[in-house]
């Protein structure tokens, strides 16, 4: 089945800790994204990939940190200076040719600070 | 800067009351509008794409419209498996991200 598959589905960090969620898709799509949700404000971009070994920030890059090394991963570090990681993270990817193109969603990661 | 909204932030509907939730967007050069389905807990799921002004789609008792400055998601005759949260997102000008609202979360009881 093709699909996007985002591990782990609960992750927990403690004070200074770094932490890496994976971000995995076989649609074979150019373009790949990570979001974060917070109860009541929607989804906020935080960093997105149009190619391999190219990204851009988002809205919220500050604390994080990513890599495009191939075209079927995207994983997203959450540092210790992002200073509020509480959050469920998002990833999505869609086709790189035409713009009005839907990106499609993962089941998302929820992280926790302890 | 690309500004989505939606309304109301919360709806709750008997089993088969309809109504509509709406989405206002101000962007320059609009090249998508979409509308997502999200469960509690879950990743959002791909409802509809509108391009231009006056286009309608529809899947089973959701209907999405389009209009220069807005857009509706009707929900006909609902049931209490159409409850989750109904996400708007738009793409505009050169940017190939989505823009999201926040969202309308929908409770239908049975």
């Known amino acids: 089945d093709g699909g996007i598959t985002q591990s782990p589905k609960y992750l927990f960090r403690k004070e200074g800790q770094n932490v890496t969620l994976s971000c995995e898709q076989n649609?074979?799509?150019?373009?790949m994204y990570w979001y974060r949700q917070d109860p009541g404000q929607g989804l906020r971009l935080i960093y997105y990939?149009?190619?391999?070994?190219?990204?851009q920030k988002g809205d919220i890059a500050e604390g994080y940190s990513v890599s495009r090394e191939k075209k079927e991963s995207f994983p997203l570090t959450v540092t210790s200076a992002q200073k509020n990681p509480t959050a469920f993270y998002l990833c999505a990817s869609s086709n790189q040719g035409e713009f009005g193109t839907e990106a499609f969603f993962g089941q998302g990661t929820r992280l926790t600070v302890v | 800067e690309d500004q989505v909204t939606q309304s109301p932030e919360a709806l709750r509907l008997q089993e088969g009351e309809s109504s509509s939730l709406n989405c206002s967007y101000t962007?320059?050069?609009?090249?998508?509008l979409f509308w997502y389905r999200q469960d509690p807990g879950k990743g959002p799921e791909f409802l509809f794409t509108l391009y231009s002004a006056g286009e309608e789609k529809e899947k089973e008792r959701l209907k999405a419209t389009l209009t220069k400055k807005e857009s509706f998601l009707h929900i006909t005759a609902p049931k209490p498996e159409d409850s989750a949260t109904y996400l708007c997102?738009?793409?505009?000008?050169?940017?190939?991200?989505?823009?999201f609202g926040s969202g309308t979360q929908l409770t239908v009881l049975p």
């Open positions: 962007v320059s050069g609009l090249r998508g």
């Open positions: 990939s149009q190619i391999v070994n190219d990204f």
């Open positions: 997102a738009v793409q505009a000008g050169s940017a190939r991200q989505l823009t």
């Open positions: 649609l074979n799509h150019d373009a």
